[in-house]
Structures are given as structure tokens and as C-alpha cells.
Nanobody, 124 residues
Framework: QVQLVESGGGLVQAGGSLRLACAAS????????MGWFRQAPGKEREFVAA????????SYADSVKGRFTISRDNAKNTVNLQMNNLQPEDTAVYFC?????????????????WGQGTQVTVSS
């Protein structure tokens, strides 16, 4: 069983930055693929970024490439999402997710564990 808790969301102006963190419980965190997804009001949940168990494989949605960076620290059981040059279209609830496979997935159905989400609001 894995429990995930996100933090770091907030309100920021366009062009600003935020760093999201996801703290995970469980001794096997280092063997899990991890991902970040987001859901804006009235829209489906969408893939943002994912990382493999030791960070050797990373994927990003085209909409965030060059602006967002995913990383993980297995010693601290955390996965982070550094978000730079934020835009109003990045406004959403951001969710951390874990999967028992060591490799990442861009599909939400590939993840069995989810956090509660953290709100990110970007003003224009």
C-alpha cells in the first residue's frame, strides 16, 4: 500500500514558478514508477510528466516540455515537479500517482495509487 500527499500548490502570476512535492509512504517506493497528472475544471485528467524508478526514463506532455521538470529522491520517498514559466492554461488540480511497475506510463489507468491533489492557479 502506498499513500501519496502532494504539497506546493498555490496562486502565481503568469511567468512565475512553483515546485510541487509528493511525499510517499511505503518501503517499496523506490521500485515504483511515478507520475504527475492534472485536471482543470470541466476537463478530463491529463498526463503531465512521469519518471521511472531511478529516473532513467522520463516523459513529458508536449504542453509542458521545456518548462516543467520531474525528479525524484528515493532516499526521501519524494517526487517533485518544478514548474517554470507558468501560464493560465496550467491552472488545474495536480495529482501525484504511483504504479507498481518500475517504468512510467502516460496513461492514468496505469497508476493504482493517487494523492488528493493540490491546486495550482495561474493568473494572467
Amino acid at each position: 500500500q502506498v499513500q501519496l500527499v502532494e504539497s506546493g500548490g498555490g496562486l502565481v502570476q503568469a511567468g512565475g514558478s512553483l515546485r510541487l512535492a509528493c511525499a510517499a509512504s511505503g518501503r517499496t517506493f523506490s521500485t515504483y514508477g511515478m507520475g504527475w497528472f492534472r485536471q482543470a475544471p470541466g476537463k478530463e485528467r491529463e498526463f503531465v510528466a512521469a519518471i521511472s524508478w531511478v529516473g532513467g526514463a522520463i516523459s513529458y506532455a508536449d504542453s509542458v516540455k521545456g518548462r516543467f521538470t520531474i525528479s525524484r529522491d528515493n532516499a526521501k520517498n519524494t517526487v517533485n515537479l518544478q514548474m517554470n514559466n507558468l501560464q493560465p492554461e496550467d491552472t488545474a488540480v495536480y495529482f501525484c500517482a504511483a504504479r507498481t511497475s518500475m517504468f512510467p506510463s502516460v496513461s492514468s489507468s496505469g497508476y493504482g495509487y493517487w494523492g488528493q491533489g493540490t491546486q495550482v492557479t495561474v493568473s494572467s
